[in-house]
């Protein structure tokens, strides 16, 4: 005899006793018990699996056999027969994601002529798969409104337990898979019906507000992720408080935090533009400064400097001026303004390539750094996490270069 799945009539359902049929070891440790009664959801139809106890043993998972109910313990009970209890809270969580799908399915059938392909009930939100290609904004909103105009109006689940025969009775949305001898039916009257064996709300209203976050195209059609009841009051909490957070900080009210993000952008843009500008003087002038007081040596002068406080770009743009001059190579080092990391550019003017080598320089420097980096001959850089061992890395890079 199949375990009697009582949560099918009545999935308010939260204590029971039943009577222990068989309890197998695991190869894993844990035991497999089966009853001839259970409360116990197993995971299926996207519905992840109750947890709960059984006595005073943890139920760990649950899932389908052959049409029994197998729940996973850790260890076996000892009497012939245990109480049951389901961790309630998070059973009606997942009736109330489970039967908001229902409701949104409906909603998009109407409003899109969509039809449900796939179902995922997730940790944190819920997935459908649509057979569409796009949807608009305007069009979500619209599901949106029915689905939750369904929710104010309160509408009873109704359960129908009908034979193969009697299906055509009903305005199905998906016929069964396979043939059975009887079936389990959940109809929202005038609005979705379709076979289900997972657990309901009683009436619409207990799903609570139904919340699409995002949409994204996916093989053969579009995915929705949506937030139910509790999930959806936690999740318009979060969006509050971030975005209550955000308005305090640019000093706006919330309707206009777009206006003031442009604003914003603009503004940077325009500083970012004066700062290349004077990133660009200035290195002018220091790489001026640095190539009068290099010391020449055979002709050649090997300019090594270090910059503290500064970003990439600053490094980089004083090592391409610098090598502008004329028999002239730069070993250019910067450390960024939290003084955690560092970055180098190497450069050398092109009439001194490929005799010096700025790639090969590179390679010698880096491991002081605990850094990576490459370029070519002419120019080459990288960066490490380690601004003590500039000056071994430039002193190293510099015997590369000149052979002592
Ligand atoms: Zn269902």
Same mark, same amino acid.
């Given at each position: ?236 909490? @979060? ?6 957070? !955000? +308005?305090?900080? &640019?000093?706006?009210?919330?309707? /206009? %935090? =777009? ?39 055979? @002709? ?6 270090? !910059? +503290?406080?500064? &970003?990439?770009?600053?490094?980089? /743009? %004083? =090592? ?58 002419? %120019? =080459? ?24």
């Amino acid at each position: 005899m199949l375990t009697a799945r009582l949560y099918y009539a009545n999935s308010y359902v939260k204590e029971f006793s039943a009577r222990v049929v068989s309890a197998a070891p695991l190869p894993t440790g844990n035991y497999a018990i089966i009853l001839d009664r259970t409360v116990f959801y197993p995971e299926s139809g996207g519905q992840p699996a109750d947890t709960g106890f059984l006595d005073t043993i943890p139920v760990l998972d649950v899932q389908e056999q052959s049409g029994d109910i197998v729940h996973i313990t850790p260890s076996c009970p000892q009497q012939q027969t245990v109480s049951g209890r389901i961790n309630w809270q998070r059973r009606f969580d997942h009736m109330q994601q489970h039967s908001g799908e229902h409701v949104l399915t409906g909603a998009c059938r109407q409003i899109v002529k969509a039809s449900n392909t796939g179902f995922h009930l997730g940790q944190v939100s819920s997935q459908i798969d649509l057979d569409i290609d796009v949807i608009t904004d305007g069009q979500l909103a619209e599901i949106e409104l029915v689905a939750n105009t369904m929710v104010f109006n309160n509408v009873p689940f109704r359960i129908h337990m009908v034979t193969a025969e009697e299906l055509s009775n009903f305005p199905l949305r998906k016929q069964p898979a396979k043939h059975y001898d009887s079936l389990r039916l959940i109809e929202v009257p005038d609005f979705d019906c379709c076979p289900c064996g997972g657990t309901h709300v009683n009436a619409t209203g207990e799903i609570g507000l139904i919340k699409i976050r995002s949409w994204e195209r996916k093989k053969n059609g579009i995915r929705l992720d949506f937030v139910c009841g509790h999930r959806a009051l936690t999740d318009y909490q @979060g969006k509050n408080e971030a975005v209550k957070d !955000l +308005a305090a900080r &640019l000093s706006v009210p919330p309707a /206009e %935090l =777009a206006a003031a993000y442009e604003k914003q952008a603009d503004r940077l843009a325009a500083v970012s533009k004066e700062l290349a500008t004077a990133r660009q003087e200035l290195c002018c002038r220091l790489a001026q400064d640095l190539y009068a007081q290099a010391p020449e040596t055979a @002709g050649i002068k090997i300019i090594t400097h270090t !910059l +503290a406080n500064v &970003l990439p770009a600053a490094v980089g /743009e %004083l =090592a391409r001026q610098l090598a502008t001059y004329e028999y002239t190579v730069a070993l250019i080092a910067g450390v960024s303004p939290d003084n955690t990391k560092t970055h180098l550019v190497f450069a050398a003017n092109p009439a001194l390539t490929p005799a010096f080598n700025m790639n090969t320089a590179l390679k010698a420097a880096l491991p002081f750094l605990d850094g990576k980096g490459g370029g070519s001959p002419q %120019l =080459a850089q990288g960066g490490g996490a380690k601004p003590s061992g500039i000056p071994a890395g430039l002193t190293a890079a510099q015997k590369v270069l000149t052979g002592k």
